[in-house]
């Protein structure tokens, strides 16, 4: 039997500072970052950097930071709709942040491709391939989380798939299913899992 190895990727200074009532400082975010990786975290996600001007500070800052075992993550979205990659602000501002990993969301629920981006659905995957491609010639790991994918598996599983299939074909390293609402059971993820294997 095939050993597997699970990793952890930490979202405490992204996520985690979006609570009511939490706002990092930059030291703070530095002091907490060197904790994780004393806690034996896999990946730390810093934060995003083309968002504000604090987690810009953190990354500039953080390339002095020594982890003894976990990667430093940059976040951020696909490029924008109508622009090329190598034109999006965003993308330039993850290349600029020299982690050794950064992380991408696309849309993977064809509901919030055509009502919240407002574009068609080929155009989705053009942004997820393009933005992927992008970022694998500049930096050494990319991650593709597809945001909302298992309510975007069950409203089309066809399309979900073809969004994670676009960042792959782009050389993805990783990519993560998120269940961004938090609504499905256990047993339904099984399930997506065991249906998507075979298409990745």
Same mark, same amino acid.
């Given at each position: 039997?095939e050993?597997?190895? +699970?990793? +952890?990727?930490?979202?405490?200074?992204?996520?985690?500072? &979006?609570?009511?009532?939490?706002?990092?400082?930059? @030291?703070?975010?530095?002091?907490?970052? &060197?904790?994780?990786?004393?806690?034996?975290?896999?990946?730390?996600?810093?934060? $995003?950097?083309?968002?504000? =001007?604090?987690?810009? @500070?953190?990354? &500039?800052?953080?390339?002095?930071?020594k982890?003894? #075992?976990?990667?430093?993550?940059?976040?951020?979205?696909?490029?924008?709709?109508?622009?090329?990659a @190598?034109?999006?602000?965003?993308l330039?501002?993850?290349?600029?942040c020299?982690? =050794?990993?950064?992380? %991408?969301?696309?849309?993977? $629920?064809? /509901? #919030?491709?055509?009502?919240?981006?407002?574009? =068609?659905?080929?155009?989705?995957?053009?942004? +997820?391939?393009?933005?992927?491609?992008?970022?694998?010639?500049?930096?050494?790991?990319?991650?593709?989380?597809?945001?909302?994918?298992?309510?975007?598996?069950?409203?089309?599983?066809?399309?979900?798939?073809?969004?994670? &299939?676009?960042?792959? @074909?782009?050389?993805?390293? /990783?990519?993560?299913?998120?269940?961004?609402?938090?609504?499905?059971? =256990?047993?339904? +993820?099984?399930? %997506?899992?065991?249906?998507?294997?075979? #298409?990745?």
């Amino acid at each position: 039997m095939e050993k597997q190895r +699970i990793e +952890i990727y930490d979202t405490t200074l992204r996520d985690g500072s &979006q609570g009511e009532g939490v706002n990092f400082t930059v @030291e703070d975010k530095l002091k907490i970052a &060197q904790r994780l990786d004393e806690f034996g975290m896999d990946y730390i996600e810093g934060g $995003w950097p083309a968002s504000n =001007p604090k987690d810009t @500070e953190f990354f &500039q800052r953080a390339r002095k930071l020594k982890f003894s #075992h976990a990667k430093l993550a940059a976040f951020g979205s696909t490029r924008r709709a109508k622009l090329k990659a @190598e034109e999006d602000e965003n993308l330039q501002a993850l290349v600029a942040c020299e982690t =050794p990993v950064v992380t %991408i969301f696309g849309k993977s $629920w064809d /509901m #919030h491709v055509t009502h919240a981006l407002k574009v =068609p659905l080929q155009a989705n995957l053009d942004m +997820i391939y393009d933005s992927v491609k992008f970022l694998k010639e500049r930096v050494p790991q990319v991650i593709y989380d597809a945001e909302h994918f298992f309510d975007g598996y069950k409203h089309n599983p066809e399309y979900a798939i073809k969004t994670l &299939q676009a960042a792959e @074909e782009a050389g993805a390293d /990783m990519l993560v299913l998120c269940d961004t609402n938090g609504g499905t059971l =256990p047993h339904e +993820i099984a399930q %997506i899992m065991d249906a998507v294997k075979p #298409h990745v």
